[in-house]
């Protein structure tokens, strides 16, 4: 494995950088810029240190080490005047931070911290969770918030039980699962699967109940100790950070991918557009979808790739598969027609990776937790209803084909694996080992073994798909709620956090992991690894931070 030091003298200081925009290493003299990280007469280890050019979208952010200096590598800032932020939990900065950068000369900004006032405006949702007492089943119950909002909202409200039983949830459920506070759409169905009735008010009450008693309805204060997770030490300190803010707080870049070229495209959760994002300089253009229901809700989630670098995308509630010509810039639609396009219809993820296997790609239908498969060539869809007369509720969040092409999708609400065959259409499902492990996103390897993110499980799964064998590998801390797991060259197991702002780097060998603070907060959805740079790039969207990310391991 590459390892990389960075050590600084009082004359100068030589570290290993990548060349911008290149994957390749290449040797520095000197920082652009560098400083000294401290609360008091203490040098703290694991701040991180956010440096952003006026004018500029590009944020970069580097980590302090155990002596609390930080340095920023001459190539990753360019000569301009910069703000500086940090992040660094139970601080803040003393006093507003800036620092000059020029091209010859390498600037130095030391960072003073005080202890914050207001700690819990700082603390993650997997913080707000460890903290509040209760049940494992009263707080997974607020998994279901943090989809569109942080927990900061309930908590921080006075409402009582019987303002969320008769107010606030049933006007939460009534928005589609890609709203925002700044961008909220209204459900047009219920989905098929989901509770009703009796059961759905049984599920509102508890809901009500628990966080009636602990949002500030009856306290001036929350009655419960704040629990904060450490900052990062040693292997997770040696990482870059660049944050690249789009155009308007309302895109919400669900799935990020990187094509051949190093170009990032993404899909926006709430908006009818595809994105487009030049890493070396910021620009972001954005391509147009059609709507095929008008005044039904908008916004695309799955972003995949086929063989040839067509990119593909469900357009959810407009029901539609959606596939865009990056050579052409031109796009083409398939509707979903007749008894299947009813007004729940939600096409989420659309799975062209094996199209070229038979001509097929494999989508799923949130509105009847049903499977389909399109002949790309004539139009014709097929579908499987999985789950047609079985207890609920289901949930098919993902689907992903094998090197045959034969489909495996997700069950978000249980905790199953299918399997359709793509020769007969017989359905196979697979018990995962960790009861209520709610299975979400996931990706094929080269061995045709699928990695998942276990939602509920706090876990990354495998499932072998030749021996039909599981493995499961814990993600810390509790409450981190993997959405999606990918693979790199090197077999490590990369996922992201929905709630506690951090990437998490597995050795499936070792079991042992990194986990990585992002800069800010960061609901993090589709992850994605660009296997081109050395060593690997990590990318992933801020679902609710208008921004994407790209993370830099040193090691």
Request: glycine share 8%.
């Given at each position: 494995?590459l390892?990389r030091?960075?050590?600084?003298?009082?004359?100068?200081?030589?570290?290993?950088?990548?060349?911008?925009?290149?994957?390749?290493?290449?040797?520095?003299?000197?920082p652009?810029l560098?400083?000294?990280?401290t609360?008091?007469q203490?040098?703290l280890?694991?701040?991180?240190?956010?440096a952003?050019?006026?004018?500029?979208?590009?944020?970069?952010?580097?980590?302090s080490?155990?002596?609390?200096?930080?340095?920023?590598?001459?190539?990753?800032?360019?000569?301009g005047?910069?703000?500086?932020?940090?992040?660094?939990?139970?601080?803040?900065?003393?006093?507003?931070?800036?620092?000059?950068?020029?091209a010859d000369?390498?600037?130095?900004?030391d960072?003073?911290?005080?202890?914050?006032?207001?700690?819990?405006?700082?603390?993650t949702?997997?913080e707000?969770?460890?903290?509040?007492?209760?049940s494992?089943?009263?707080?997974?119950?607020?998994?279901?918030?943090?989809?569109?909002?942080?927990?900061?909202?309930p908590?921080?409200?006075k409402?009582s039980a019987?303002?969320?039983?008769?107010?606030?949830l049933?006007?939460m459920?009534?928005?589609?699962n890609?709203?925002i506070?700044?961008?909220?759409?209204?459900?047009?169905?219920?989905?098929?699967?989901?509770e009703?009735?009796d059961?759905?008010?049984q599920?509102?009450?508890?809901?009500?109940e628990?966080l009636?008693?602990?949002?500030?309805?009856?306290?001036p204060?929350w009655n419960?100790?704040?629990?904060?997770q450490?900052?990062?030490t040693?292997?997770?300190?040696?990482?870059?950070?660049?944050?690249?803010?789009l155009?308007?707080?309302?895109i919400?870049?669900?799935?990020?991918?990187?094509?051949?070229?190093g170009?990032?495209?993404?899909s926006?959760?709430?908006?009818?557009?595809?994105?487009?994002?030049d890493?070396?300089?910021?620009?972001v253009?954005?391509?147009?979808?059609?709507e095929?229901?008008?005044?039904?809700?908008t916004?695309?989630?799955?972003?995949r790739?086929?063989?040839k670098?067509?990119?593909?995308?469900g357009?959810?509630y407009?029901a539609?598969?959606?596939k865009f010509?990056?050579?052409?810039?031109t796009?083409?639609?398939?509707?979903?027609?007749?008894?299947?396009?009813?007004d729940?219809?939600?096409?989420?993820?659309?799975?062209p990776?094996?199209?070229?296997?038979?001509g097929?790609l494999?989508?799923?239908?949130?509105?009847f937790?049903?499977?389909?498969?399109?002949?790309?060539a004539t139009?014709?869809?097929?579908?499987?209803?999985?789950?047609?007369?079985?207890p609920?509720?289901h949930?098919?969040y993902?689907?992903i084909?094998?090197s045959?092409?034969n489909?495996f999708?997700?069950?978000?609400?249980?905790?199953?694996?299918?399997r359709?065959d793509a020769?007969?259409g017989?359905?196979?499902?697979?018990?995962?080992?960790?009861?209520n492990?709610?299975?979400r996103?996931?990706?094929?390897?080269?061995?045709?073994?699928?990695?998942?993110?276990?939602?509920?499980?706090?876990?990354?799964?495998?499932l072998?798909?030749k021996?039909?064998?599981?493995?499961e590998?814990?993600?810390a801390?509790?409450?981190?709620?993997?959405?999606?797991?990918?693979?790199?060259?090197?077999?490590?197991?990369?996922?992201?956090?929905?709630t506690?702002?951090?990437?998490?780097r597995?050795?499936?060998?070792?079991?042992q992991s990194?986990?990585?603070?992002?800069?800010?907060?960061?609901?993090?959805?589709?992850?994605f690894?660009?296997?081109s740079t050395t060593p690997?790039t990590?990318?992933?969207g801020?679902?609710?931070g208008a921004?994407?990310?790209k993370?830099?391991?040193?090691?």
């Open positions: 494995m390892r030091s960075m050590v600084m003298s009082i004359g100068c200081l030589v570290a290993a950088v990548w060349l911008a925009g290149t994957g390749k290493l290449a040797a520095q003299a000197g652009a560098s400083g000294k990280v609360a008091g203490e040098a280890e694991g701040v991180l240190v956010s952003r050019k006026d004018g500029s979208n590009i944020t970069v952010t580097v980590v080490d155990k002596d609390g200096n930080y340095n920023f590598p001459a190539a990753r800032l360019e000569p005047h910069y703000s500086l932020r940090i992040r660094a939990i139970g601080y803040e900065l003393d006093h507003p931070n800036e620092a000059s950068v020029a000369k390498p600037a130095t900004a960072v003073a911290l005080r202890k914050t006032e207001n700690l819990a405006a700082q603390l949702n997997a707000w969770l460890a903290s509040m007492p209760g494992d089943a009263q707080k997974g119950q607020l998994l279901n918030c943090v989809g569109c909002h942080t927990l900061q909202r908590l921080n409200s409402y019987e303002d969320f039983l008769t107010l606030i049933p006007r459920q009534g928005y589609v890609q709203s506070p700044q961008h909220p759409q209204l459900r047009r169905a219920e989905r098929l699967m989901e009703r009735g059961q759905r008010v599920v509102y009450r508890a809901a009500a628990y009636a008693s602990i949002n500030l309805s009856s306290h204060q419960f100790e704040f629990k904060t450490p900052r990062p040693g292997a997770a300190t040696r990482v870059i950070y660049t944050e690249y803010d155009p308007r707080e309302t919400s870049p669900h799935d990020v991918i990187i094509d051949r070229s170009i990032v495209w993404y926006s959760f709430g908006e009818q557009n595809l994105g487009r994002l890493p070396k300089t910021g620009k253009t954005e391509f147009p979808i059609a095929h229901k008008p005044d039904f809700p916004g695309s989630l799955g972003l790739s086929d063989p670098g067509n990119l593909w995308l357009n959810m407009q539609t598969i959606v010509d990056p050579k052409t810039e796009f083409k639609y398939w509707p979903l027609e007749g008894d299947e396009n009813i729940a219809a939600q096409i989420n993820m659309v799975s990776q094996h199209s070229d296997v038979d097929k494999w989508t799923q239908n949130n509105g937790a049903g499977v389909h498969r399109l002949d790309i139009g014709k869809f097929e579908t499987w209803e999985p789950f047609k007369g079985v609920g509720p949930n098919i993902d689907v084909p094998d045959h092409n489909a999708f997700t069950d978000f609400r249980q905790r199953h694996i299918g359709i020769r007969t017989e359905i196979k499902l697979f018990e995962i080992p960790t009861p492990s709610a299975p996103r996931g990706t094929m390897d080269a061995q045709d073994r699928l990695w998942f993110g276990e939602y509920r499980g706090d876990r990354v799964g495998m072998d798909t021996t039909g064998q599981f493995k590998w814990p993600v801390p509790r409450w981190s709620a993997p959405y999606d797991v990918i693979t790199d060259r090197n077999g490590e197991a990369w996922t992201g956090s929905m506690s702002d951090q990437v998490t597995l050795n499936p060998e070792t079991g990194i986990n990585y603070l992002l800069p800010r907060s960061t609901n993090i959805r589709r992850v690894v660009d296997n690997v990590f990318w992933a801020s679902n609710h921004s994407i990310v993370v830099e391991p040193l090691e």
